[in-house]
């Protein structure tokens, strides 16, 4: 396919960017936005758990741990630092219980989980006890015995040998460190829990105990760090040698400890760096890793053998999924229907201890936002396949993106061939806010959190 409805108008400067860091959350994790997810959609919910799915469409697991030793300065998800081990064993019998009622359902439709995801939270806060308990009993109800893909995000102060031996025979493929910075300095300032000397121990024992792929995360834009802390966390990063390295542009949503200290001084600025320093260093990060052989696989990511290396969740979850969402604050997607679980524990345990669902909101998408989504987040691969989008969606994705398209290739940040349209790194390092062009009207200036 050559033809493309995109004209060769001049190049014109894209629209300012806002440079300082104030708050807000920028990152497009979904569509449409959460915001306009509701209570009163929850029979709309209830309807598509009871269809039948359709047989090709995946179906994957993410399971929400919202324990962690201390809470991060700049953190906004549903955390909980003060559960003792009778509150812990609570949620694991509550989110057993609600897997149990989903399996169940219609929608399972005999198939089994395709890639499952522990997420946080520490779910390596989990004793080993807890994490077998835990384990046995989701694979009692969902076998994984055709999982693809098994991840388990970790806090490197909370692993030890005999942790990370039981996450092997548990089934974990990939391991994902949360290091964020290797300074200590830096990492106490921002709150974090563990210190540069658990990263190395950590990734010794993972590496030992052998998890097919193990993910570093790092983050560009710390309080106090600095371009020289930046370069010196790329190349212990290199040095590290990781399967994967993902890195995360610095932001500051409204329910942070960095937001509260902020409003308490009525400052509008966020004490770290600005937009434009955050773009330069992860810039310089993916530079760096490409020079000893990895590839950037999307814009948060480099790999360092693509043919082995693989991110099933990820691109599951953006071709469009059933991803079965348990715990707290949790969201899902099923036939269709997105929905959010209740935002706090004790509600969230007293439903499922009532034999109830927790779901809090949903919201069913129309044939046109579900292309939007899958369209949106694929984006933030580099590249999109215009003939899997037409024949999928029975649309013309040139025709009817038409001008955001344009938008984007006058701002000289994209290009059609063929049957691909791409976007070149300068589009990959500030994609989330370019990502709202292609938003319909009505939710372009929406909250998205």
């Not at 960017?17 to 029979?43: D, R």
């Amino acid at each position: 396919m050559s033809t493309t409805v995109l004209t060769n108008a001049p190049e014109i400067n894209s629209p300012a960017i806002e440079k300082q860091t104030t708050v807000g959350n920028y990152f497009v994790s979904n569509y449409p936005p959460f915001s306009f997810w509701k209570a009163e959609n929850l029979g709309e919910f209830n309807d598509a758990v009871e269809k039948s799915p359709k047989v090709t469409n995946p179906l994957g697991i993410y399971l929400h741990i919202p324990f962690c030793r201390k809470r991060c300065h700049f953190c906004y998800f549903r955390v909980y630092t003060d559960k003792d081990s009778a509150a812990i064993r609570s949620y694991i019998d509550a989110a057993l219980k609600e897997l149990g009622i989903y399996a169940a359902k219609n929608f399972i439709g005999g198939r089994k989980p395709k890639f499952i995801y522990f997420g946080g939270g520490t779910p390596s806060y989990l004793s080993v006890d807890q994490l077998r308990m835990l384990t046995d009993g989701m694979k009692a109800l969902l076998p994984w015995d055709e999982a693809e893909e098994v991840t388990f995000e970790c806090e490197p102060g909370t692993l030890t040998d005999h942790k990370l031996k039981a996450l092997r025979e548990i089934g974990v493929t990939r391991l994902s460190l949360g290091v964020e910075n290797f300074d200590d300095h830096i990492l106490e300032i921002n709150g974090r829990a563990h210190l540069s000397k658990e990263i190395a121990r950590a990734y010794g024992y993972a590496r030992e105990v052998g998890f097919p792929q193990i993910n570093i995360d790092l983050i560009a834009g710390m309080v106090e760090e600095t371009d020289a802390n930046w370069r010196e966390n790329v190349r212990k990063t290199i040095e590290m040698s990781p399967d994967s390295v993902t890195i995360y542009q610095m932001e500051i949503p409204y329910n942070t400890t960095i937001y509260k200290q902020m409003k308490a001084e009525g400052k509008l600025e966020a004490p770290v760096a600005d937009w434009e320093t955050k773009r330069n260093w992860v810039a310089y990060a993916f530079v760096e890793l490409e020079k000893v052989g990895y590839t950037v696989s999307s814009a948060y990511t480099a790999v360092k053998d693509k043919k082995k290396t693989q991110f099933v969740y990820r691109d599951r979850l953006w071709a469009g999924a059933d991803l079965l969402s348990l715990g707290v604050a949790s969201f899902g997607h099923i036939n269709g229907v997105h929905y959010q679980n209740q935002h706090d524990f004790d509600p969230y345990v007293a439903r499922l201890q009532e034999g109830a669902l927790p779901v809090h909101r949903a919201l069913t998408a129309t044939d046109d936002e579900r292309l939007i989504r899958e369209f949106v987040l694929q984006l933030k691969l580099g590249s999109v396949s215009i003939s899997y989008f037409n024949q999928k969606f029975a649309t013309d994705v040139l025709t009817r993106f038409a001008q955001p398209l344009q938008t984007l290739k006058d701002w000289g940040f994209l290009t059609v061939q063929e049957d691909i349209i791409s976007i070149n790194r300068d589009a990959l390092l500030q994609i989330d806010r370019l990502l709202h062009e292609f938003f319909l009207a009505e939710h372009k200036n929406a909250r998205y959190a």
